[in-house]
Structures are given as C-alpha cells and as structure tokens.
C-alpha cells in the first residue's frame, strides 16, 4: 500500500519568512495530493491539492510543487503570519479509483511573532 | 451550505462497551469516509462507501469494528467491546466523486475508554 512521509516534524520560522513542508510518497499509482491545516481541537481543513497533471499550484501564499519522478511533493507558505500556526498534513490518494487518503505524519508549524 | 457533522462530540465509555459515533455527509457527496486520529499523530483510514457499492473496509484495524451507511446518507461506525487502544478521535469526511476528490472532514468524535 501507500507511504508518505512528511519532513520536518517541528518547524519554528519567524513572523514573514517563508516555510518549506516535504512529504514523499511511494506508490506511483497516486494522482492527488492535497494538503491540510489543522488547528488544535479542530477539523482539519484543506487548503491546497495538486494533481498529478500539473507541476506547480499556486494560491495567494501558499503553493505547492510536485515531482511525480522522484515521488515527493512540497508545501511552500511565504510571508508567515501567526495565524499559520497549527499541523499541517500531507497526504496521497489514487483518486478515483477509492480516493481514500494515507496521509503523512504531521508538521507542526509555529510562526513567532 | 452545511458541512460534514457527526456526533457526539466527545464520548466517554468503559472498557468492553460497545459504541456508535454518527456522521452526516455533505448533503450530494456520494463519498463517504471514516478516519482515525490517535493523540499527537496523523490520520488513519478505516473505512470508505461510495454510493451503493460494497464499502471498502481495508483499513479497518479488527473485526470489533464496523460501519453502515444507511440510504446513501448517514453513516454509523461501531465499535464493540472496546479497548483503551480505541481512544482516539474519529473523524468523517465526504466527498462528491465524478472527477471531484476534494475531502471535507468533520468535527470529529473524540473517544475516551476508560
């Protein structure tokens, strides 16, 4: 079945800086790959996805890149704020076919004002 | 419109009781499914339906688990004689297939066995 691993476990940037989340995954079936915030006691909630026909997707502060080559992806949030501040989750799924998630472990992101 | 709600929010039960959590879907999405939070870690699916076909219980970790889904809608998972291990929140989403695979997730219910 499907892995992903997510990189760094803990992530502490300054208020404005850029921060960078990687995840890799190990099925090449995986076509979507979307991206989640959740903050403490809270649902988490998707900010971005990518699909696999596309290299690069780009809304407002956030992106995300996508390799499918080397089988990894990537969060990227510039111009932190406070409120950036919560876990962020990768995740990978075939789509279609099922479309059940196996997510990453988790980031926790903290933005220091 | 209204999102993805289950409940309760929070249960608390002893060892060796069975439980049942709740969830609505979004109302239209044909998908439906069911994921488990332990403290501190990631997501872990347990169990998917998508419109009449049979449910995919692949992530299912035991046979004390199950889930309906009941006229295409609400879904129950239930838990029977549950374990300490169990404790965790659950944790639903739903989503509108034909080429759409954003998932919405619920609240969650969090589970305490005691």
């Known amino acids: 079945g499907e892995n992903v691993e997510q990189h760094p476990s803990t992530l502490s940037v300054q208020e404005g800086d850029s921060a960078v989340i990687k995840c890799t995954y190990s099925?090449?079936?995986?076509?979507?790959f979307p991206w989640y915030k959740q903050e403490l006691g809270k649902r988490p909630q998707l900010i971005i996805d990518?699909?696999?026909?596309?290299g690069e997707k780009k809304d407002q502060r956030i992106a995300v890149t996508l390799n499918k080559t080397a089988k990894h992806f990537s969060l990227h949030i510039t111009e932190t704020q406070p409120e950036d501040s919560a876990v962020y989750f990768c995740?990978?799924?075939?789509?279609?076919?099922?479309?059940?998630?196996?997510f990453g472990g988790g980031t926790r992101l903290m933005v220091k004002p | 419109g209204a999102g993805v709600s289950q409940s309760p929010s929070n249960k608390v039960t002893e060892k060796g009781k069975d439980v049942e959590l709740r969830c609505d879907p979004i109302?239209?999405?044909?998908?439906l499914y069911w994921y488990r939070q332990s403290l501190g870690q990631g997501l872990e699916f347990l169990i998917y339906?998508?419109?009449?076909?049979?449910?995919?219980k692949s992530g299912l970790p035991s046979d004390r688990f199950s889930a309906e889904r009941t006229g295409g809608s609400v879904s129950t998972l239930t838990i029977q004689r549950t374990q300490q291990e169990d404790s965790a929140v659950y944790l639903c989403?739903?989503?509108?297939?034909?080429?759409?695979?954003?998932?919405?997730f619920g609240p969650g219910t969090r589970l305490t066995v005691t």
């Open positions: 989403a739903s989503s509108f297939q034909a080429g759409r695979y954003e998932q919405y």
């Open positions: 099925d090449s079936a995986s076509n979507y």
């Open positions: 990518i699909r696999s026909n596309v």
């Open positions: 995740a990978a799924s075939r789509g279609n076919a099922g479309n059940m998630l196996t």
């Open positions: 109302s239209g999405h044909t998908a």
């Open positions: 339906f998508q419109g009449n076909s049979a449910p995919d």
